[in-house]
């Protein structure tokens, strides 16, 4: 198959997938059975992205180990709880990350 | 860069009267919504930009031309489902089973899409067609706490706008950077792990019974459990049974 065809076939099933619901839904208050389900995508859907690259990371270049990952997460998700603070989730999980690996490297 | 909603490029117009929503999202005019959505869009691309410098230097790697490698940037526009597809191209995969990867990674944005579709929902066929076009993971994580909280909701969806363009337009470009320059950024810093974390930033704030917590930590372990599966299809399966385990145990945490 030429490549063309596989990426603009790829990227129709991409985009036939996000507009699905957004084209289908009309104006009014969605009923408590779509609700409800609803309401827990956001939790659901970024908590099975985040654990993964937590524990076995894809897409990098880099090998060590999981432990300084799973210690900044950890502080990452209490410094969230505790102030809501994006960018000082941000800066307090990248320091650890850095602390942790300089620490623990072999 | 200057943020100040409701104040015009010349300057003329003035600050805007209605504003005042209280942080961290104070307008509520569709200028305002927008530069909202880009700023909360920026600190993601600390993740995302060094994500799309090794996507372009993997797709030279693996025989893309530069043409196709950045059309599929602005075909597709899924990162992780790039990835798969230039290892499948490396190894010589059928055009058929690359098609049906792509598809199959990017299952998980039918949930955006029916998790945002009430709030587009009184928009144009053309409006719902651009952001539907945006909807990416990064896109979605910051605007859907903004698209469900409370006060006028008329101009929210350009708070999607902004922060789908800003993602759009980093991408676009750090694709070509790994792709003519190569990735420079020395790996020893880490900064795709910037992603997850911003991902543990804006879902913490959303977990706020038992019924949300029991929902993230049986889909992030479902996730890792899963992660055998073909086709990435284990983010789907994982994010399906939090939502219903979150549905079965209380109310919706709105």
Request: net charge positive.
């Amino acid at each position: 198959m030429n490549i063309w065809v596989v990426l603009a076939a790829g990227g129709l099933a991409t985009y036939l997938t996000r507009l699905s619901f957004i084209a289908l839904a009309h104006r009014g208050t969605p009923p408590e059975w779509v609700a409800r389900p609803l309401g827990f995508v956001p939790t659901a859907v970024l908590s099975a992205l985040i654990l993964p690259a937590v524990v076995t990371p894809q897409g990098s270049l880099e090998f060590d180990m999981a432990m300084p990952r799973v210690l900044a997460a950890a502080a990452a998700v209490v410094v969230a709880w505790r102030t809501r603070s994006v960018l000082l989730t941000l800066v307090v999980g990248m320091g650890v990350l850095w602390l942790a690996t300089a620490l623990l490297a072999p | 860069m200057p943020l100040q909603p409701g104040v015009s490029d010349n300057g003329t117009r003035g600050i805007s009267p209605r504003v005042v929503r209280g942080p961290p999202y104070a307008a509520a005019d569709a200028r305002g919504e927008f530069l909202h959505g880009v700023a909360a869009e920026l600190p993601l691309l600390l993740g995302v930009v060094p994500f799309g410098m090794i996507y372009g230097v993997l797709a030279a790697r693996a025989g893309l031309t530069r043409m196709t490698a950045q059309a599929a940037s602005a075909l597709v526009f899924a990162g992780s489902s790039q990835f798969v597809m230039t290892q499948l191209v490396a190894g010589a995969a059928s055009g058929l089973v690359i098609v049906l990867s792509i598809a199959a990674i990017n299952a998980r944005h039918a949930l955006y899409s029916a998790s945002v579709a009430p709030y587009l929902a009184h928009l144009s066929a053309a409006w719902k067609a651009l952001l539907a076009y945006l909807l990416t993971d990064e896109a979605y994580a910051v605007s859907i706490g903004h698209l469900q909280a409370d006060g006028p909701r008329a101009k929210r969806h350009f708070f999607l706008l902004g922060a789908g363009l800003t993602l759009w337009a980093s991408w676009q470009v750090s694709t070509a950077f790994g792709l003519f320059i190569g990735a420079r950024l020395p790996s020893a810093w880490s900064l795709e792990f910037t992603l997850p974390l911003m991902f543990i930033a804006l879902v913490v704030p959303q977990v706020k019974d038992r019924a949300g917590l029991v929902a993230a930590l049986l889909a992030g372990g479902v996730a890792v459990a899963a992660q055998g599966m073909p086709l990435g299809l284990g983010v789907l399966l994982a994010a399906m049974v939090g939502i219903l385990a979150g549905t079965a145990l209380g109310k919706r945490p709105a």
